[in-house]
Nanobody, 115 residues
Framework: QVQLVESGGGLVQPGGSLRLSCAAS????????MRWYRQAPGKERELVAF???????NYADSVKDRFTISRDNARRTVYLQMNSLKPEDTAMYYC?????????WGQGTQVTVSS
């Protein structure tokens, strides 16, 4: 079955960096686009970044030039490098794949940006 396991979240000061990882299993990772979403308390879940099977990328305006999504097909892992973090980046971050017309989500990893 499809499984997504996120890691790498934590507490970081404004201006700091974190790298999130999402380990995938249960599907042919190479063939699928992967997405990172986030959800802050009291807000809707929003798409942060996605990467296609051919490594095309796209970002939300709020994170452009600060976040970088990448993938390692050999490790079946997608990453989100987050630089110049701001308090408004505080959220639970989720990995997502649309597989056979169904959305799959990981359990999420918490990112808190605070001094």
């Amino acid at each position: 079955q499809v499984q997504l396991v996120e890691s790498g979240g934590g507490l970081v000061q404004p201006g700091g960096s974190l790298r999130l990882s999402c380990a995938a299993s249960g599907f042919t990772f190479t063939y699928y686009a992967m997405r990172w979403y986030r959800q802050a308390p009291g807000k809707e879940r929003e798409l942060v970044a996605f990467i296609t099977s051919t490594r095309g990328t796209n970002y939300a305006d709020s994170v452009k030039d600060r976040f970088t999504i990448s993938r390692d097909n050999a490790r079946r892992t997608v990453y989100l490098q987050m630089n110049s973090l701001k308090p408004e980046d505080t959220a639970m971050y989720y990995c997502n794949v649309l597989h056979q017309s169904r959305d799959y989500w990981g359990q999420g990893t918490q990112v808190t940006v605070s001094s």
